[in-house]
């Protein structure tokens, strides 16, 4: 069975471009995550799906950042206009139903702003 | 956002010893989860503990549920090289569908 994909793996851009990345959850899994992880942190809920719904966004910030899950299967989350600042790891993670302790988690894609 | 505190925040040991690390909360959780993630990769789920005072192994680790749910260990025994990595407890708690991570363990094996 494939896991949560992720891509791309890796991005770099400068400061104040738009930057899109997307997820792949697995087959099956309704509730799908993106989270942030900062260099020597632990991940950190950015928005959380239900199908295609998304039901906590709260940690989600809005001036820059938006995602959206189309037809409650793949996933894209966007910043634009990237900062210095919003160098990280954006991990997408999947579950089936709500159950929040069975997440898989995607590789990730490392975003590095210059 | 909130982060739980684990300890200690790196491991440096050698081949075959034993390892033991800690996470704790301000506030009650009715779960708690054990992550590894090794470089380049997302967090793996290790142990799931759901009773407080739970005590569950899976092949050299243990973990537990502390008594006042608001820590849990977890232990590595004979740590072999592919033991390496960074190690994330996890909490949830009914009513807050979210999952609060810890800041981290890293375990490095010194040859």
């Known amino acids: 069975e494939a896991g949560v994909v992720q891509s791309p793996r890796y991005k770099i851009i400068e400061k104040k471009q738009p930057v899109a990345f997307w997820c792949n959850p697995i087959?099956?899994?309704?509730?799908l995550y993106w989270y942030l992880q900062n260099l020597g942190q632990g991940p950190e809920l950015l928005i959380r799906?239900?199908?295609?719904?998304?039901?906590?966004d709260s940690q989600l910030p809005k001036d820059r950042f938006s995602a959206e899950r189309l037809k409650g299967v793949d996933s894209t989350l966007k910043i634009q206009p990237a900062e210095l600042g919003d160098s990280a790891v954006y991990l997408c993670?999947?579950?089936?139903?709500?159950?929040?302790?069975?997440?898989?988690f995607g590789p990730g894609t490392r975003l590095l702003v210059l | 956002g909130q982060q739980l505190n684990q300890s200690p925040q790196s491991m440096f040991i050698q081949e075959g010893e034993d390892v033991s690390m800690n996470c704790t909360s301000s506030s009650i959780f009715n779960t708690w989860l054990w992550y590894k993630q090794d470089p380049g990769e997302g967090p793996v789920l290790l142990i799931a503990l759901y009773k407080a005072g739970e005590l569950t192994s899976n092949g050299r680790l243990t973990a537990q549920f502390g008594i006042t749910r608001k820590d849990s260990f977890l232990n590595i025994s004979a740590s072999i090289p592919s033991d390496v990595g960074i190690y994330f407890c996890a909490g949830h708690s009914f009513g807050n569908e979210k999952l609060t991570f810890g800041t981290g363990t890293r375990l490095t094996i010194i040859p």
């Open positions: 799906y239900e199908n295609e719904e998304a039901v906590d």
């Open positions: 993670a999947s579950s089936f139903g709500t159950s929040e302790e069975t997440q898989y």
């Open positions: 087959s099956g899994h309704n509730t």
